[in-house]
């Protein structure tokens, strides 16, 4: 079976760096995704890691180290606006089955 | 407008009812995908389909039923055989730039009375 690990709930101030964990239990790996909801809204996409390393985009990073079965996502500069939570997200073996985790809610302080 | 619609946003039941929930997509995009959202958790799989006049169920589909008809169409019918369907019901489309995006719509939240 497949299952996703995730903090809880993160808090940070206004301008701060935060990161995000995500361990993940797969059989059959085929790459890491992060997703943002803000309350009441739809998930929106932010990121796609396949192969290890770092991805940038913006403000945002993504990270994976599949050896580790490990990702985190890197917000930096954070903005009041990116209070919401956050869920990463793999695909569950040679299909085309998403599974997500519980998600992170972060709260961004002034 | 191009995108994936989702409707009623929200919707009142009595128990004991079945309820259908639409999907529609102009996208032109082949896997669409139904999940539910509970207060606080994360979202649970309930169907897929990959192509159409095909479906898989996901992690949680006892009490729910789906067809796939045409490409742009993928209802959910939550039955009365679903013990808790009060939750936040999200339909996706897997986006064009890889298998780890998903496009959502903006959800039907559905209240059983």
């Known amino acids: 079976g497949q299952s996703l690990e995730q903090p809880s709930e993160v808090t940070a101030v206004e301008g701060a760096i935060v990161q995000i964990n995500c361990t993940y239990q797969?059989?059959?790996?085929?790459?890491l995704s992060w997703y943002q909801q803000h309350d009441g809204g739809a998930p929106t996409f932010l990121s796609y890691?396949?192969?290890?390393g770092l991805e940038e985009t913006g403000r945002f990073s993504s990270f994976l180290s599949r050896s580790d079965s490990y990702g985190y996502l890197l917000l930096q500069e954070l903005q009041m606006k990116d209070s919401a939570s956050y869920f990463c997200a793999v695909r569950a073996g040679d299909t085309d089955k998403l599974i997500f985790g519980t998600g992170t809610r972060l709260q961004v302080f002034p | 407008d191009g995108g994936i619609t989702q409707s009623p946003k929200y919707l009142f039941r009595k128990e004991g009812q079945n309820v259908t929930l639409s999907c529609e997509q102009n996208?032109?995009?082949?896997?669409m995908y139904w999940y539910r959202q509970d207060p606080g958790q994360g979202l649970r799989l309930i169907y897929y389909s990959q192509i159409v006049n095909d479906f898989q169920k996901g992690d949680i589909a006892e009490g729910y039923s789906v067809s796939r008809e045409k490409k742009e169409s993928f209802p959910l019918t939550v039955t009365s055989a679903q013990k808790n369907p009060t939750a936040f019901y999200l339909c996706a489309l897997r986006g064009g730039t890889g298998p780890g995006e998903l496009f959502f719509g903006e959800g039907s939240r559905l209240t059983v009375l």
């Open positions: 890691n396949a192969l290890d």
């Open positions: 996208l032109n995009h082949d896997a």
């Open positions: 797969t059989s059959g790996f085929y790459g």
